[in-house]
């Protein structure tokens, strides 16, 4: 499929729709990727004083409350800026 944009190559409605479908799906992976990254990187810094070949109790209790936490938050925050986006819309209407 060519999605080069050049003005002979037009995207009827149809394929324009799966096109940006399929973006939107990638850029979902990626976030939830790079989510999961900054998760790892900070919960590790946080919970994992001497690293080895497994966890003690105390280090896996904190992982756990870390990730959850984190979560939280990144779900607090979405909801925050997905309230603050429709206050935006509605005023420009």
Same mark, same amino acid.
């Not at 850029?27 to 810094?45: P, R, V």
């Not at 779900?75 to 819309?89: C, D, G, K, Y």
């Given at each position: 499929?060519?999605? !080069?944009?050049?003005?002979?190559?037009?995207?009827?409605?149809? #394929?324009?729709?799966?096109? +940006?479908?399929?973006?939107? =799906? $990638?850029? *979902?992976? *990626?976030?939830? $990727?790079?989510?999961?990254?900054?998760?790892?990187?900070?919960?590790? #810094? #946080?919970?994992?004083? #001497?690293?080895?070949?497994?966890?003690?109790?105390?280090?896996?209790?904190?992982? *756990?409350?870390? +990730?959850? /936490?984190?979560?939280?938050?990144?779900?607090?925050?979405? &909801? *925050?800026? !997905?309230? /603050?986006?429709? &206050?935006?819309? !509605?005023? +420009? =209407?």
């Amino acid at each position: 499929m060519d999605y !080069s944009g050049g003005s002979n190559a037009k995207l009827d409605p149809a #394929k324009r729709d799966e096109f +940006m479908n399929e973006v939107k =799906q $990638q850029l *979902a992976i *990626a976030s939830a $990727q790079e989510l999961l990254q900054k998760m790892t990187n900070k919960c590790f #810094k #946080k919970c994992i004083t #001497k690293p080895g070949t497994s966890l003690s109790n105390s280090e896996h209790k904190c992982v *756990a409350m870390c +990730m959850d /936490r984190y979560i939280d938050t990144q779900n607090l925050v979405a &909801q *925050a800026f !997905s309230s /603050r986006l429709q &206050q935006e819309m !509605s005023r +420009m =209407q």
